[in-house]
């Protein structure tokens, strides 16, 4: 699975590092909002639109993206950030410090529909995991919150991941990988010791909704 993945970024890869040079870069999202908790951008019981543009990393070295902070308060990138993104263009989604990661399951929930009754542990498919990111289970229930496809990885419809703190709970949907870019590396990415044409650089946006419940 892992190799689909990477399969999915390459060809990205190949699609823009053409043109990805004559794009204006995107700069990351305005941070003067709020990087401290001190601007509330989120309502209790809406759901919230957010997104970021992953770090500039090598799709085969995961390592090479780093760690992106999100700080769900006030819904801009930055510390202290309840949610973590990591792995190929920070695509898994872990726990920041104080916050505790479950998913649950069913496609019949939406976002806006959930309630705290929802994400009880006895309910719809609750568990809990260290990191979420790539769907990689055979059987009925998925354990990550897309899919492989080509050419661009499809959210799991019905999937949403919890983190909570024991007083705030926090439920994520991953809505979509937009905006995929590449560009040559000058320098050895994957650690192989020379540079070819695996020595590529590609970030993508991450789009998610969520809710304070």
């Not at 204006?24 to 759901?47: F, I, M, Q, R, Y």
């Not at 950030?81 to 929930?109: C, D, K, M, R, W």
């Not at 806006?112 to 059987?139: F, H, Q, R, W």
């Not at 994520?172 to 870019?181: E, S």
Request: with cysteine.
């Amino acid at each position: 699975m892992k190799q689909t993945l990477l399969k999915t970024l390459i060809a990205a890869a190949v699609i823009t590092i053409s043109v990805s040079s004559c794009k204006k870069e995107t700069g990351s999202p305005d941070s003067g909002l709020s990087l401290n908790h001190t601007t509330k951008a989120v309502v209790p019981g809406v759901v919230t639109s957010a997104s970021f543009t992953s770090i500039w990393g090598n799709p085969y070295n995961a390592a090479s993206y780093g760690t992106l902070s999100y700080d769900l308060i006030a819904n801009v990138p930055g510390t202290p950030g309840e949610a973590l993104f990591s792995g190929q263009v920070n695509n898994t989604l872990s726990a920041g410090v104080g916050y505790t990661l479950h998913y649950i399951y069913n496609p019949a929930l939406t976002l806006s529909a959930i309630t705290l009754s929802d994400v009880a542990p006895t309910a719809n498919n609750y568990t809990t995991v260290a990191s979420i990111g790539m769907n990689t289970s055979t059987g009925s229930v998925p354990n990550g919150w897309f899919n492989y496809a080509s050419p661009s990885p499809v959210p799991v419809s019905g999937f949403f991941a919890i983190l909570e703190d024991g007083t705030d709970t926090y439920v994520i949907q991953l809505t979509g990988f937009p905006n995929a870019a590449s560009r040559a590396a000058t320098t050895d990415q994957n650690g192989d010791g020379v540079i070819n044409a695996r020595d590529i650089e590609v970030k993508s946006d991450v789009n998610f909704s969520y809710k304070l419940l």
